[in-house]
C-alpha cells in the first residue's frame, strides 16, 4: 500500500498577494485556482515541476486564523524547500527580494538557508547532500 502526503494547507492573508510572492519570488507554478463560494477558491501551488506535496494556500477567515497567518510553526523553520541547484536559487531569490535570515552553511546534511516568506514564515532553501 502507497501512502504520500498531497497536500500542507498554508494560512494566508490574501490569495493575490500569496500567489505573488510564491510565483514571483520564489518560482512557483500555479497548480489550480478554483473558485467555491463566499469568496472562498481552491488555490494550490508547487515549486517548478515537482509532482510531490503541493500547497493549498488558505485564506484566513476568522480571529483565529487570521492571527496565526506567518505563525503556524510557532517561529520554527516550517516548510522545506528542497533543490538540485542551491546557488542559482539561492542568488535569484536574494534578487527578487526574498528575506534570508542568515548566510547559507553547509551541514552534514546539505547546504542550506533560512529564509521568510511574506507573512514571516520561516523556510529551509536545502540542496541536500
Known sequence: M???IAQVSLLVADYDEALAFY???????LLGD??????????TIGPGDS????????????KQEKEA????????????LHTDN?????KRMQKS???FIEAPREEAYGTVVVFK????NLWDLIQPA
Open 97 to 99: 527580494g526574498v528575506t
Open 86 to 90: 542551491f546557488w542559482e536559487d539561492y
Open 69 to 80: 497567518v506567518g505563525k503556524q510553526s510557532g517561529g520554527r523553520v516550517f516548510l522545506f
Open 2 to 4: 502507497h501512502k504520500s
Open 23 to 29: 510565483i514571483q519570488k520564489l518560482g512557483f507554478t
Open 117 to 120: 516568506d511574506l507573512y514571516g
Open 34 to 43: 478554483t473558485p467555491i463560494d463566499e469568496g472562498k477558491r481552491w488555490v
Open 51 to 62: 509532482n510531490g506535496c503541493s500547497l493549498l494556500l488558505v485564506k484566513a477567515a476568522s
